[in-house]
């Protein structure tokens, strides 16, 4: 089956940069996740959108910005990198309408590295 | 604060002995508990879910069991295995809304299963 696809893998930026990471949500799910989780932490909500709409913002800086496409793909912006934005970052989907339709399904996530 | 208090933080059980890890939680407008599980490098993995109008669910090894009075609820892992070694969070959802709610997680446990 089908699983949440996020790209790349890995990156390596320094510090004052800007970064963009992908998400591509398993078929058919119309909404998608972000979480950060820093080394040895627990995944931290960061926001998600449902319809191409913002549904639900976390602790998200104000230097980073997402946003949903019409096929349902996300990217998260993330500019003016600090040492402290090294983390992994997970993307999760999953369906609409409430109930177990809602179960959040993970990437493999984007392991960033700030120099 | 932690929304989501889970313990104990790491566990070492023998291969055939029983994990069991606990979480407990403050809000009440929590209405959706899910397990992940989490290798190094990985993303989450869903395990295994529970609402709170059932008091214990069971998937294979895995079983939830779940105290609404007591705003409580814990994993049991039967006949642990050496491939059961990995981190297990627990997390609540609060339904707020169709789609885009978000997952509060406890501060995982780290689980080692011995040969």
């Known amino acids: 089956a089908a699983g949440v696809i996020q790209s790349p893998r890995h990156l390596i930026k320094e510090k004052r940069e800007t970064a963009t990471l992908k998400c591509y949500p398993i078929?058919?799910?119309?909404?998608v996740y972000w979480y950060q989780q820093g080394p040895g932490q627990d995944p931290q909500f960061l926001i998600s959108f449902y319809e191409k709409m913002q549904s639900d913002k976390g602790s998200i800086p104000d230097r980073f910005s997402a946003q949903q496409f019409s096929d349902y793909h996300s990217e998260l912006n993330m500019s003016s990198l600090e040492l402290g934005d090294s983390a992994l970052y997970f993307c999760a989907s999953s369906l609409s309408g409430g109930g177990l339709e809602n179960i959040q399904y993970f990437g493999a996530g984007t392991r960033l590295s700030v120099l | 604060q932690q929304q989501v208090k889970q313990s104990p933080q790491s566990l070492i059980v023998q291969k055939g002995g029983i994990s069991i890890i606990n979480c407990a939680y403050e809000?009440?407008?929590?209405?959706?508990f899910p397990w992940y599980q989490q290798f190094p490098g990985k993303g989450p993995a869903l395990l295994i879910a529970i609402r709170p109008d059932v008091s214990e669910k069971k998937e294979g090894r895995f079983t939830i069991s779940f105290n609404k009075s007591a705003k409580q609820f814990s994993l049991h892992i039967m006949d642990s295995q050496p491939g059961d070694s990995a981190t297990y969070f627990c997390?609540?959802?609060?339904?707020?809304?169709?789609?885009?709610?978000?997952?509060?997680f406890g501060g995982g446990t780290r689980v080692l299963v011995k040969p």
């Open positions: 997390a609540a959802l609060a339904m707020i809304k169709a789609a885009g709610n978000k997952l509060t």
């Open positions: 809000n009440t407008a929590f209405d959706y």
């Open positions: 078929p058919r799910h119309d909404t």
